[in-house]
């Protein structure tokens, strides 16, 4: 069964400080998904990553991906109040379902 | 133009009714889902269904039917409510090797 697991589970945050999260999943996937959910909202996609060394940015958010490694990372630069949220990674292991890990929810505090 | 819309948004029931909560897209994906968010915030995949054809069961109880009359329609059909049900169900859509597109969410709650 594919595990997926991040770490950390809660995460404050000060405010202009950078941060990491980590994915780690247990089966060989080559897709790799980082969704934001706010408190009573649905899932908004971040970034979808492909392949192996893919990296991709937006905003003060950037992700990558390490197949081999089994591991994903979501590095969180110069943190602002609107990044408070739970953060989930996700891993595609066929082509009809998602694993998710069980979620960072982060506080940015002044 | 709602990409993947889920009605009702809440539900509030009693133990052992049954319910139903609708899901469309529109977004021409063949793939649809259902998801269960429990009180923790875990996810976890309920059913998927491919061209209205059911690919993935994840050893839930039978009380819950999932239906698909058309590709763009997956509804969920909840018998015998429990407690235990009480969460937030989100429907999803995807295409293969993309992105999957979540509902707006139903939060069940059972008394």
């Known amino acids: 069964e594919l595990k997926v697991e991040q770490n950390p589970l809660f995460l404050s945050m000060q405010e202009g400080k950078n941060y990491t999260i980590y994915c780690n999943y247990s089966?060989?996937?080559?897709?790799l998904y980082w969704y934001r959910q706010d408190p009573g909202k649905s899932l908004e996609s971040l970034f979808v990553?492909?392949?192996?060394?893919a990296v991709k940015q937006e905003g003060r958010l950037m992700a990558s991906l390490d197949t081999k490694a089994r591991l994903s990372t979501l590095h969180i630069t110069a943190a602002v109040h609107d990044l408070s949220a739970t953060y989930f990674c996700a891993v595609s292991f066929n082509d009809y379902k998602l694993s998710f890990g069980a979620g960072t929810t982060v506080t940015v505090r002044a | 133009d709602t990409a993947v819309s889920q009605t009702p948004k809440y539900l509030v029931t009693q133990m052992g009714n049954d319910k139903s909560i609708k899901c469309e897209q529109n977004?021409?994906?063949?793939?649809m889902y259902w998801y269960k968010q429990d009180s923790k915030k875990f996810l976890k995949i309920m059913f998927s269904?491919?061209?209205?054809?059911?690919?993935i069961n994840e050893t839930v109880p039978n009380r819950f039917s999932p239906k698909s009359p058309d590709k763009a329609h997956l509804n969920l059909h909840i018998n015998s409510l429990e407690l235990g049900d009480s969460a937030v169900y989100f429907c999803?859509?995807?295409?293969?090797?993309?992105?999957?597109?979540f509902g707006p969410g139903t939060r069940l709650t059972v008394t």
């Open positions: 977004l021409g994906h063949d793939t």
């Open positions: 990553l492909l392949s192996n060394g």
């Open positions: 269904y491919n061209n209205k054809e059911l690919i």
């Open positions: 999803a859509s995807s295409q293969l090797v993309g992105d999957y597109y």
């Open positions: 089966t060989t996937s080559d897709r």
